[in-house]
């Protein structure tokens, strides 16, 4: 009976020692080192096919692949990435994971080595922040993982930094009323448009005047202009979303394209532009119109982005059910809804004082007064 054909092949080389190789994955990969005997090889090559059985086989390539290789490689992985995202994975990369990490083999990086990244950036920066790199630094790995360059990874029970609550100003109608007059009659709508819709500053500074439907009093938000990255769809499938306007807002638009000198023709035009009629840039406009605005009303430190958690917020007090919330607000998921955007407000917390006043008390004093 002719003996079974061993996994891979061994060959004796002029020195007397002997080298190992297999193909896998349509490649061919040859063993770091020499063998004294071909025993040994055959040995090697032997837990090697044993490792790709049990579906532990790690390419070889991978020894030699540094953190900061990978990190190139994982960045390029996605092509459908969004530009806002990958900005932001790129900057934690470059700032914190490089120094720190860059130049080690991936099978060198330990669970203590992430662990003292994560410490050494818990004591220096917000938790969120922290939180958001470790994230990055998991997929890279997990990605390393996936790719057969590491059998393990080294990202496994590491303590993060707890989330801090971040308190937001919480902006009232009056409040929002303020800002718009603040940032003057050029962008006072922006203002109401974030409030009265929920929109995002980028799909607010995205509007263009074919978005408006002035009879039918709605609108569709279909494009935004991210503070980063280049003008794309919303963030979401569910972002794409049309809106019923209040009469008040269309009003305001009304007036607003016809002080721009815009009507249906300029259906391509931005309904809001630079005083130069140029693209907004959110950095630019944020510094040179929101931060005086704010601080004129009374409400430093406010962001555009929490004139949509008003609206959320006046939306669910005022009883509109959460699935209509979520979809004018472009949520996938109504949790984040309920869990980011519907703060409690004072006044319907004194309302709510009021009325357990009123059911507990009440009676009670109607007594008295009878007695």
Known sequence: MPARRHFGSVRRLPSGRYQASYWHKAERHTAAHTFITKAEALAWLSSIETDINRGAWVDPAGAEMTVAELANRWLNSDPAKRATTRTRDDLAIRLHIIPALGTKKLAQVTAPDIQHLVNEGAAARASRTVRREYAVLRAMFAYAVGSDWLARSPCRRIKQPALQPVLRPQLLPEDVDAIATAVGSRYSTMVWCGALLGLRWGEVAGL???????????????????????????????????????????????????????????KDSLVFTSPEGEPLDYSNWRRRVWIPAVQQAGVPGAGFHDLRRTNATQLVAAGVDIKTTQSRLGHADPRLTLAVYAQAVDESDRDAAARLQERFFGHGQARRERS
């Open 208 to 266: 263009r005047v074919g978005d408006l439907d002035m009879l039918g009093g709605t609108l569709r938000v279909s494009e935004q202009r991210p503070a980063h990255g280049p003008v794309g769809p919303p963030k979401s499938k569910a972002g794409e979303r049309p809106l019923s306007l209040p009469a008040a807002l269309v009003q305001m638009l009304a007036a607003h394209l016809s002080a721009c000198r815009l009507t249906a023709v300029d």
